[in-house]
């Protein structure tokens, strides 16, 4: 295949600097005693800079320069200064010649210091600026966010950084808790960074949250690399357990799963949805292999005796960047960049005044990292107004959740007391972070909850026991009743009795003494009468008598 | 087989000579173009920012009237020109471009100039009336003559014309040789008769301005200090509508597009907009002003409104809307009694009290002189992503707020205070009276005592 003439090869320049800086710590005269062994290999000139140095020949200017007649001491450094500057000059040049060959698909032969890693710019052109980041320690994978102007970076500590390119600043910066880390993946949909996890986790991560927003178990031994499609719809994982998985990001589910014969180092989507996957010293080319399921790779190109560690597409070109042990490569892979560009999105072929123009635009226009989402349509809607009782029903549910999840509460007593751990935690006291806050949240509800439990029970054997005592004091009541009438009915009866006898007595006494009141009143009258007769008759006697 | 690759050639994509335009290649992919709202919306809010920032209205004041200003008018034909009449009977007019007086009539009234209006087939025409009773058309070309009183010489008025009563406005025919002046009657007069021909009067009271339709052109409308609004037919002399309002009608302002539509200034604050085809409810009342509003006008593209008020300020309306879009003001500007929009819809011109006349801008934040393709292309970008977006908070805040003097702000404050109360009051008498007994009236009837037409 015979690319246009006017087609060059463009790769980030930064490989080639930092390949320089080494070199030359190399040649610090201390480190040479101490190691012969780098020693040897700056003696035995590698490729490259054999190649160099043929080059930089036709670009050597100033021959006639040399001190040797020069007196004066000022102007001998004057004229050792020139003559630096022409050497740098002509290596520079030689050096863009070196990379700005006529062919596309090239093959660039780096074997001291491999392996290698690539990335493109947007718009598949060249230019690097280096910063000296101080604060990224032991970083195993980088991405860039170029609208938020955010340098994101993991590696071994297991801590993700956020820096802010424009000013420097470290935006954030969160641990994962999942240990050392080398797949990162960005999406260029919403800006959210996919993590692969040595335990088989990919977590989703913002800058606006200290947890994962999503984590999802993909792989049953450690991720080894994350690609995701241009719509972030797709991701594609590969893993240490053979496995490379094709997810849908909108539903967290895998669609397809793919055996790789050795576990896939790098992946990575083209813009045409053309997936390349890095596994030992082939790169194989999958067509179709994201929407559907494809039974056999659309093309495979093996670099013998290297061993693959990252593929890259280039955007708006048909080429795929492949860095390996021994070099860097580029092969030409039809039906893979986006033919037709936009010229204010990303231009391939922008003028140096349109490039350093639009640094200024895209500066004005920097994306505020608190705008990174998982739904990046949510921007420019206004929030729905939630009523205070919504409020309180979510916030009800959220504890009703944390409340159900037991390991949350659980309290790690391993290890806690350390001194160092200890004074940490002192010093800790007054910082209450969101785990904190929930966990400090969790216990008042929990207090709550049992207080509640407490006071019920309470209240129920208090009422139990007036019940009770009710009860017992209603029996006793109307048994005492029951016996009281009893007692007084016998009383009753008794007196009646009593009375009824005493009344039968006294009216016999009454009668007996009546009959012997009536008999002695007879009695007497009868006396009486007998008297009064007798007097009667004495009297009349008596008369008679005196009559007579 | 066949394989097709991308593969470009440069000479496609890159211009060949300096001098030519830049090649664009558009696609609007919106995959190629990723989180496009988080983008915009940046863009919106840096728009918002930039327009407040270069939001300077102030361009000038033409000082020159020793007394305060109360009469204005501009020339249809000739952008440039305006004409001002004091309270001292003094009459100007302007260049504006080089913000100087280029004709001046020192006493062209004795007392007041109440009214000015141009004569829209020529030039250099114009006509003032005064509280003297006198009409005077002037010639702006004709040279100042010295008189047998005074031996300055002054210009003088091409035609006397000599009234009863003491003249309160005055508005010249778009087409005919006729003009109207009101007093406490409307004359209509020829130019070249030294009496009215007609006379217009519904009631008794004082007119106090007089607006001649420039579209529909025999029509005009009065309104006066018994609180109404009434139109005339200058082809059967004879009124066609009446409107009482609450309270009277300091000026009215015919839509220069729409010809049935017209807006007045009120002295309750607030100004009305009214179709002269159904009169008893206005179509829109525009609030924001804390005192009575001196004076109206549109914009000669209908779509925007000055009003000049008691308050000391300039707002300038959307003539849709109920609230103004900007509120001009200085410290040094006192009670303002005209204000009119130029003939290019760019820049209002206001008189006031203190006897200076301001020139402002009509978009605060617009910049005269040639613009590029480029910069024009930009703008009206920013503007439509800003419109897009005007809704969020963030951007409505950036646009809406105001730095307002301390008198208007507390005035605007009990004036809120007072409304509210009188809303309440009405409120709790409804609750309390019979179901349907109490009529909410919106607002635009509210203000409108009665209206009749023929």
Same mark, same amino acid.
């Given at each position: 295949?015979?690319?246009?003439?006017?087609?060059?090869?463009?790769?980030?320049?930064?490989?080639?600097?930092?390949?320089?800086?080494?070199?030359?710590?190399?040649?610090?005269?201390?480190?040479?005693?101490?190691?012969?062994?780098?020693?040897? &290999?700056?003696?035995?000139?590698?490729?490259?800079?054999?190649?160099?140095?043929?080059?930089?020949?036709?670009?050597?200017?100033?021959?006639?320069?040399?001190?040797?007649?020069?007196?004066?001491?000022?102007?001998?450094?004057?004229?050792?200064?020139?003559?630096?500057?022409?050497?740098?000059?002509?290596?520079?040049?030689?050096? &863009?010649?070196?990379?700005?060959?006529?062919?596309?698909?090239?093959?660039? %032969?780096?074997?001291?210091?491999?392996?290698?890693?690539?990335?493109?710019?947007?718009?598949?052109?060249?230019?690097?600026?280096?910063?000296? +980041?101080?604060?990224?320690?032991?970083?195993?994978?980088?991405?860039?966010?170029?609208?938020?102007?955010?340098?994101?970076?993991?590696?071994?500590?297991?801590?993700?950084?956020?820096?802010?390119?424009?000013?420097?600043?470290?935006?954030?910066?969160?641990?994962?808790?999942?240990?050392?880390?080398?797949?990162?993946?960005?999406?260029?949909?919403? =800006?959210?960074?996919?993590?692969?996890? %040595?335990?088989?986790?990919?977590?989703?991560?913002?800058?606006?949250?200290?947890?994962?927003?999503?984590?999802?178990?993909?792989?049953?031994?450690?991720?080894?690399?994350?690609?995701?499609?241009?719509?972030?719809?797709?991701?594609?994982?590969?893993?240490?357990?053979?496995?490379?998985?094709?997810?849908?990001?909108?539903?967290?589910?895998?669609?397809?799963?793919?055996?790789?014969? %050795?576990?896939?180092?790098?992946?990575?989507?083209?813009?045409?949805?053309?997936?390349?996957?890095?596994?030992?010293?082939?790169?194989?080319?999958?067509?179709?292999?994201?929407?559907?399921?494809?039974?056999?790779?659309?093309?495979?190109?093996?670099?013998?005796?290297?061993?693959?560690?990252?593929?890259?597409?280039?955007?708006?070109?048909?080429?795929?960047?492949?860095?390996?042990?021994?070099?860097?490569?580029?092969?030409?892979?039809?039906?893979?960049?986006?033919?037709?560009?936009?010229?204010?999105? &990303?231009?391939?072929?922008?003028?140096?005044?349109?490039?350093?123009?639009?640094?200024?635009?895209?500066?004005?226009?920097?994306?505020?990292?608190?705008?990174?989402?998982?739904?990046?349509?949510?921007?420019?809607?206004?929030?729905?107004?939630?009523?205070?009782?919504?409020?309180?029903?979510?916030?009800?549910?959220? +504890?009703?959740?944390?409340?159900?999840?037991?390991?949350?509460?659980?309290?790690?007593?391993?290890?806690?007391?350390?001194?160092?751990?200890?004074?940490?935690?002192?010093?800790?006291?007054?910082?209450?972070?969101?785990?904190?806050?929930?966990?400090?949240?969790?216990?008042?509800?929990?207090?709550?909850?049992?207080?509640?439990?407490?006071?019920?029970?309470?209240?129920?054997?208090?009422?139990?026991?007036? *019940?009770?005592?009710?009860?017992?004091?209603?029996?006793?009541?109307?048994?005492?009743?029951?016996?009281?009438?009893?007692?007084?009915?016998?009383?009753?009866?008794?007196?009646?009795?009593?009375?009824?006898?005493?009344?039968?007595?006294?009216?016999?006494?009454?009668?007996?003494?009546?009959?012997?009141?009536?008999?002695?009143?007879?009695?007497?009258?009868?006396?009486?009468?007998?008297?009064?007769?007798?007097?009667?008759?004495?009297?009349?006697?008596? /008369?008679?008598?005196?009559?007579? | 087989?066949?394989?097709?690759? /991308?593969?470009?050639?440069?000479?496609?994509?890159?211009?060949?000579?300096?001098?030519?335009?830049?090649?664009?290649?558009?696609?609007?992919?919106?995959?190629?173009?990723?989180?496009?709202?988080?983008?915009? *919306?940046?863009?919106?809010?840096?728009?918002?920012?930039?327009?407040? !920032?270069?939001?300077?209205?102030?361009?000038?004041?033409?000082?020159?009237? /020793?007394?305060?200003?109360?009469? !204005?008018?501009?020339?249809?034909?000739?952008?440039?020109?305006?004409?001002?009449?004091?309270?001292?009977?003094?009459?100007?007019?302007?260049?504006?471009?080089?913000?100087?007086?280029?004709?001046?009539? #020192?006493?062209?009234?004795?007392?007041?100039?109440?009214?000015?209006?141009?004569?829209?087939?020529?030039?250099?025409?114009?006509?003032?009336?005064?509280?003297?009773?006198?009409?005077?058309?002037?010639?702006?070309?004709?040279?100042?003559?010295?008189?047998?009183?005074? =031996?300055?010489?002054?210009?003088?008025?091409?035609?006397? *014309?000599?009234?009863? #009563?003491?003249?309160?406005?005055?508005?010249?025919?778009?087409?005919?040789?006729?003009?109207?002046?009101?007093?406490?009657?409307?004359?209509?007069?020829?130019?070249?008769? =030294?009496?009215?021909?007609?006379?217009?009067?519904?009631?008794?009271?004082?007119?106090?301005?007089?607006?001649?339709?420039?579209?529909?052109?025999?029509? +005009?409308?009065?309104?006066?200090?018994?609180?109404?609004?009434?139109?005339?037919?200058?082809?059967?002399?004879?009124?066609?509508?009446?409107?009482? !309002?609450?309270? &009277?009608?300091?000026?009215?302002?015919?839509?220069?597009?729409?010809?049935?539509?017209?807006?007045?200034?009120?002295?309750?604050?607030?100004?009305?907009?009214?179709?002269?085809?159904?009169?008893?409810?206005? %179509?829109?009342?525009?609030?924001?002003?804390?005192?009575?509003?001196?004076?109206?006008?549109?914009?000669?593209?209908?779509?925007?409104?000055?009003?000049?008020?008691?308050?000391?300020?300039?707002?300038?309306?959307?003539?849709?809307?109920?609230? =103004?879009?900007?509120?001009?003001?200085?410290?040094?500007?006192?009670?303002?009694?005209?204000?009119? *929009?130029? !003939?290019?819809?760019?820049?209002?011109?206001?008189?006031?009290?203190?006897?200076?006349?301001?020139?402002?801008?009509?978009?605060?934040?617009?910049?005269?002189?040639?613009?590029?393709?480029?910069?024009?292309?930009?703008?009206?970008?920013?503007?439509?992503?800003?419109?897009?977006?005007?809704?969020?908070?963030?951007?409505?805040?950036?646009?809406?707020?105001?730095?307002?003097?301390?008198?208007?702000?507390?005035?605007?404050?009990?004036?809120?205070?007072?409304?509210?109360?009188?809303?309440?009051?009405? #409120?709790?008498?409804?609750?309390?009276?019979?179901?349907?007994?109490?009529?909410?009236?919106?607002?635009?009837?509210?203000?409108?005592?009665?209206?009749?037409?023929?």
């Amino acid at each position: 295949m015979e690319s246009s003439t006017s087609k060059t090869l463009q790769i980030n320049l930064d490989k080639v600097k930092s390949y320089d800086m080494t070199k030359k710590k190399n040649l610090r005269p201390k480190k040479f005693k101490k190691t012969p062994a780098v020693a040897n &290999a700056v003696e035995e000139k590698s490729e490259y800079e054999k190649q160099l140095e043929s080059k930089m020949l036709k670009y050597q200017r100033n021959e006639n320069l040399s001190t040797k007649n020069v007196k004066s001491k000022n102007e001998r450094s004057l004229v050792n200064k020139n003559i630096e500057i022409s050497q740098m000059l002509a290596k520079k040049a030689a050096r &863009a010649e070196i990379l700005k060959t006529e062919q596309t698909g090239f093959d660039l %032969t780096l074997k001291d210091f491999g392996p290698y890693s690539i990335n493109y710019s947007r718009n598949g052109k060249s230019g690097a600026e280096v910063h000296c +980041l101080r604060k990224m320690i032991e970083t195993q994978a980088m991405d860039f966010l170029p609208f938020h102007y955010l340098l994101t970076s993991i590696g071994n500590q297991g801590i993700l950084r956020y820096q802010d390119t424009s000013t420097g600043q470290i935006v954030a910066e969160y641990k994962t808790h999942f240990g050392p880390c080398k797949a990162l993946a960005t999406s260029e949909y919403n =800006s959210i960074q996919h993590l692969g996890h %040595t335990n088989g986790n990919v977590t989703l991560w913002s800058p606006n949250s200290s947890e994962p927003l999503v984590k999802m178990l993909c792989h049953k031994g450690p991720v080894n690399s994350i690609a995701i499609d241009k719509s972030g719809t797709y991701m594609a994982t590969s893993g240490l357990d053979g496995q490379m998985r094709i997810w849908d990001i909108r539903k967290y589910q895998v669609l397809h799963s793919y055996h790789t014969f %050795t576990p896939a180092t790098s992946l990575d989507i083209s813009q045409l949805g053309m997936l390349a996957v890095g596994h030992g010293p082939h790169a194989t080319l999958w067509k179709d292999a994201i929407k559907t399921k494809a039974q056999s790779p659309y093309l495979s190109h093996l670099i013998s005796g290297s061993d693959i560690t990252a593929v890259s597409f280039v955007p708006y070109e048909d080429i795929l960047g492949i860095g390996h042990s021994t070099g860097i490569s580029s092969i030409i892979v039809p039906g893979s960049g986006e033919p037709n560009f936009d010229t204010y999105e &990303a231009n391939p072929f922008e003028t140096k005044k349109q490039r350093s123009e639009k640094e200024i635009h895209s500066l004005l226009d920097k994306l505020q990292p608190e705008m990174i989402t998982l739904d990046p349509s949510l921007i420019g809607v206004l929030a729905d107004q939630k009523t205070p009782a919504q409020i309180l029903a979510e916030k009800k549910e959220v +504890l009703t959740i944390a409340l159900k999840s037991k390991t949350d509460i659980k309290n790690k007593k391993r290890g806690k007391n350390s001194a160092a751990k200890r004074m940490l935690r002192k010093k800790q006291k007054n910082v209450i972070d969101a785990t904190k806050l929930s966990t400090l949240i969790k216990k008042v509800y929990v207090d709550k909850q049992t207080l509640i439990k407490k006071v019920y029970v309470d209240k129920q054997t208090l009422i139990k026991k007036v *019940y009770v005592d009710k009860q017992t004091l209603i029996k006793k009541v109307y048994v005492d009743k029951q016996t009281l009438i009893k007692k007084v009915y016998v009383d009753k009866q008794t007196l009646i009795k009593k009375v009824y006898v005493d009344k039968q007595t006294l009216i016999k006494k009454v009668y007996v003494d009546k009959q012997t009141l009536i008999k002695k009143v007879y009695v007497d009258k009868q006396t009486l009468i007998k008297k009064v007769y007798v007097d009667k008759q004495i009297l009349t006697k008596h /008369i008679l008598i005196k009559l007579d | 087989m066949k394989i097709k690759t /991308i593969s470009r050639s440069s000479a496609d994509f890159v211009k060949e000579r300096i001098s030519d335009i830049e090649k664009i290649q558009r696609n609007f992919d919106p995959l190629l173009h990723p989180q496009e709202k988080a983008r915009e *919306y940046t863009r919106a809010l840096r728009s918002a920012k930039l327009e407040r !920032m270069f939001a300077k209205p102030f361009i000038g004041s033409l000082t020159g009237h /020793i007394d305060g200003i109360y009469s !204005m008018s501009k020339n249809p034909l000739k952008l440039d020109y305006l004409h001002s009449g004091s309270g001292d009977g003094e009459v100007r007019v302007w260049s504006l471009s080089n913000q100087k007086t280029f004709f001046r009539v #020192e006493n062209a009234h004795n007392g007041l100039v109440s009214g000015l209006t141009c004569i829209p087939d020529s030039v250099n025409k114009f006509i003032s009336v005064g509280n003297d009773k006198f009409v005077k058309l002037w010639d702006i070309e004709q040279s100042p003559v010295s008189t047998e009183e005074s =031996s300055i010489s002054q210009h003088i008025p091409v035609v006397t *014309y000599t009234g009863k #009563e003491a003249f309160n406005g005055v508005d010249h025919h778009r087409q005919n040789d006729l003009f109207a002046t009101c007093s406490s009657i409307v004359s209509i007069w020829d130019i070249n008769r =030294s009496e009215p021909i007609t006379n217009l009067s519904w009631g008794s009271d004082t007119i106090r301005t007089v607006k001649l339709n420039q579209t529909e052109v025999n029509i +005009l409308a009065t309104s006066g200090t018994d609180r109404n609004i009434i139109l005339y037919d200058l082809r059967s002399s004879s009124p066609i509508a009446k409107v009482v !309002m609450t309270l &009277a009608t300091n000026a009215i302002t015919w839509n220069p597009m729409e010809a049935y539509i017209f807006s007045t200034a009120n002295e309750d604050h607030n100004c009305y907009t009214f179709d002269m085809r159904k009169m008893d409810h206005s %179509t829109n009342v525009m609030k924001d002003h804390v005192s009575a509003v001196m004076d109206i006008d549109y914009s000669p593209t209908g779509a925007e409104l000055v009003t000049a008020s008691y308050d000391r300020t300039i707002r300038v309306f959307d003539a849709k809307k109920g609230h =103004s879009r900007d509120v001009y003001h200085t410290k040094r500007m006192q009670r303002v009694f005209v204000a009119k *929009y130029t !003939m290019d819809s760019k820049y209002v011109v206001s008189g006031s009290d203190d006897g200076n006349i301001r020139l402002w801008r009509a978009e605060a934040s617009s910049r005269a002189g040639a613009k590029s393709n480029r910069e024009v292309s930009s703008l009206n970008y920013m503007s439509k992503v800003k419109n897009k977006y005007s809704h969020m908070p963030e951007i409505r805040k950036v646009l809406k707020q105001r730095n307002l003097p301390k008198d208007i702000t507390k005035a605007n404050r009990t004036k809120k205070i007072m409304l509210d109360a009188r809303k309440q009051k009405e #409120e709790n008498i409804r609750k309390h009276s019979k179901p349907g007994s109490m009529p909410r009236i919106p607002e635009r009837a509210k203000s409108i005592v009665a209206s009749t037409s023929k």
